[in-house]
């Protein structure tokens, strides 16, 4: 009796939290339907997309190598792969020492270097791109694929350096400390001991800077102008014009699909590690 009227009431408390946790039942099972549906859509053909019979003709394939192949999905996210590559790692070289020097080094004008950084997270992108655009212009790097790697990775280093200073605030100074007695310096000191201590923070960094650069789109319509520079997020708008005219709607299914399939991976795998590194620092930055 004891066992059952404890299960009894384990159930009368979980209901009583239902009211709280339906609007995000409802809301996840809408999302799993349309991303379902879209991904049934996508191996189907567009007669059966229209004719609500989706699979009825079995599963075509073809319409991802389609895409890939003849829209150029596949170079468009090659480009952003290597986008992302470059501009994540550029990131992390830069705003990883400059929050250890704010951080832990104490030197003067820190406080509006500090600043600067903060007002440079406080500025949007859209009033950068015409001055940046113009100085592009007048430097001839327009159409360079290194113009836009570079421009992910400024754009990017003002977070990296806010998210990271937390990170190495919370590392104990005694261990700075003892690097310093066998004779590190500051810079052998963050190289060996805190750069390594703070990759719970970094990693996180990557993924966010990841599904930045991966899913950002002005900057990409400006400064990637030719067909071999597109990411996947102009590239999918450029298939997306074409498609209206060709009716390949399931064509276009798959594409979605492609563009959104290293995003969706990342949160399943490694949402464990983003929700780490965003609390990790949290007790002191």
């Known amino acids: 009796m004891n066992t059952t009227s404890k299960k009894k009431r384990n159930i009368k408390k979980q209901l009583k939290h239902l009211p709280k946790y339906l609007p995000l039942v409802i809301w996840v099972a809408f999302t799993v339907a349309m991303i379902g549906w879209i991904f049934l859509a996508s191996l189907s053909t567009t007669s059966e997309i229209y ?17 890939i192949k003849k829209h150029k999905l596949g170079l468009y996210f090659l480009n952003s ?4 590559a470059v501009g994540c790692t550029g990131v992390i070289l830069i705003a990883s020492p400059a929050a250890y020097a704010l ?9 509006l270097v500090n600043n600067i950084f903060v007002m440079g997270m406080s500025i949007p992108q ?3 791109v015409m001055p940046l655009f113009k100085m592009a ?15 992910y990775i400024c754009t990017n280093v003002p977070f990296g350096v806010f998210f990271l200073s937390g990170f190495f605030l919370s590392l104990p100074k005694a261990l700075e400390e003892a690097a310093e007695i066998d004779g590190c310096t500051h810079a052998k000191a963050f190289w060996k001991i805190m750069f390594p201590l703070a990759q719970p923070g970094i990693v996180t960094l990557t993924i966010f800077n990841f599904i930045n650069i991966w899913n950002e789109y002005f900057m990409a319509l400006i400064f990637a102008n030719k067909t071999e520079l597109r990411t996947v997020s102009t590239g999918l708008q450029a298939i997306v014009q074409s498609m209206k005219y060709s009716g390949d709607w399931a064509g276009l299914f ?12 990342l949160y399943l795998f490694l949402s464990k590690t983003i929700m780490t590194g965003v609390t990790g620092g949290a007790v002191k930055g």
């Open 126 to 128: 859209v009033m950068l």
């Open 51 to 67: 004719s609500d019979s989706i699979l009825s003709s079995g599963i075509h394939i073809e319409n991802y190598i389609n895409v």
């Open 254 to 265: 798959a594409g979605v699909i492609i563009v959104f399939l290293p995003t969706f991976l």
């Open 103 to 111: 951080s832990r080094v104490e030197f003067r004008g820190k406080s």
């Open 81 to 84: 792969l290597i986008y992302c």
């Open 137 to 151: 212009t007048s430097l001839h790097l327009i159409g360079s694929r290194w113009t836009l790697m570079i421009l």
